[in-house]
């Protein structure tokens, strides 16, 4: 990592480290503490900050709104957990286990607020702009999460339905991130557009690369143990691509997999992924992230400017994509 890309982390850290909520009443305030404390690599503050480094623009001018980008996605994260009854985030109970619903739900609408708070730190002169984006990227994401919730009850979703759910729910932040940044440092329209595609695609690549991992990937390595997606029935790219491709036979041991409760964790994961592999999809899925990754380069090869203005964002989408950030 380079050291540009370790001293932006380690202000935005600061920075939000410097967020002190010694307000009343405390039960409303610490899980805000607790959330924005519990890890996370910033990425998207971090991509902001890159942006606005590429194009001259000044730091401190973005650094404000980077953060409220992240305050709102750790806010999406916290009623995530609530929707998922998810008992752990990053390794340590959710605020929804840690308190309870309420309190998630009502510490979730705090740091929404903060969120627009520094969203409109950004200088005045670009205030209505990057607002408005961030309001378009809030209903996206919105949209995104419902799409995924739908889907679970629905018996078939196409590919291209899932590509949009993903670009909706996980992409759209990080390329509102990188335009945000863009628009800040004063780049032109098309190059702020190209970075705001650039980011659309990369986060797309990052949910498939999620998806491969999640049923191919090394235990130790992803950090998590494999073969939740299936356990959950999530409609995930491999999901959606096995049932399109099946043979008969695959098609019934897929329905049984995922329909029948006899079958233990172990056994439904081993009959779905030997499906998986007879498919190919483990090489199917990585193809189809790569394409979308090179989709990501193409719109910043678009942006004229010296290949060393964007190395920092490349490694950073690179080790984003290969888990090593």
């Not at 610490?30 to 001259?56: E, H, I, Q």
């Not at 779905?272 to 910043?300: I, R, W």
Request: aromatic residues 8%; neutral net charge.
């Amino acid at each position: 990592m380079s050291s540009k890309i370790k001293e932006y982390t380690r202000q935005i850290n600061q920075y939000i480290d410097d967020i002190k909520l010694v307000k009343q009443p405390q039960e409303l305030y610490l899980p805000v503490d607790y959330c924005l404390s519990n890890g996370g690599k910033r990425v998207r503050p971090l991509m902001a900050l890159l942006a606005c480094d590429m194009f001259d623009g000044n730091i401190s001018d973005v650094i404000g709104p980077a953060v409220g980008m992240e305050i709102f996605h750790n806010f999406t994260l916290m009623h995530d957990d609530i929707m998922d009854q998810a008992p752990l985030r990053r390794g340590k109970p959710s605020v929804y286990k840690k308190w309870n619903a309420n309190t998630a739900i009502l510490s979730g609408d705090v740091m929404f607020a903060m969120a627009i708070q520094h969203i409109a730190m950004c200088p005045e002169k670009h205030l209505k702009t990057i607002l408005d984006l961030f309001n378009k990227t809030v209903i996206e994401v919105c949209e995104g999460q419902q799409f995924d919730m739908t889907f679970e009850s629905l018996d078939k979703v196409t590919e291209e339905e899932y590509i949009n759910m993903i670009r909706l729910k996980t992409a759209v932040l990080p390329a509102a991130c990188l335009k945000t940044g863009a628009i800040i440092a004063g780049a032109s329209s098309h190059e702020a557009k190209q970075l705001y595609r650039f980011g659309e695609s990369v986060g797309i690549a990052f949910q498939i690369m999620d998806d491969w991992l999640d049923i191919f990937g090394d235990e130790e390595s992803f950090g998590k143990k494999t073969g939740g997606d299936i356990i959950a029935n999530k409609k995930t790219w491999l999901y959606i691509k096995a049932f399109e491709m099946a043979d008969e036979t695959q098609l019934r041991d897929l329905r049984n997999a995922f329909t029948n409760r006899i079958y233990n964790p172990e056994e439904k994961i081993s009959i779905v992924k030997n499906v998986y592999l007879k498919l190919k999809l483990d090489q199917l899925a990585l193809k189809k992230m790569e394409e979308f990754n090179k989709k990501a380069y193409g719109h910043l090869n678009k942006i004229e400017l010296p290949e060393e203005k964007k190395k920092d964002l490349k490694t950073l989408a690179e080790k984003l994509i290969d888990r090593k950030i």
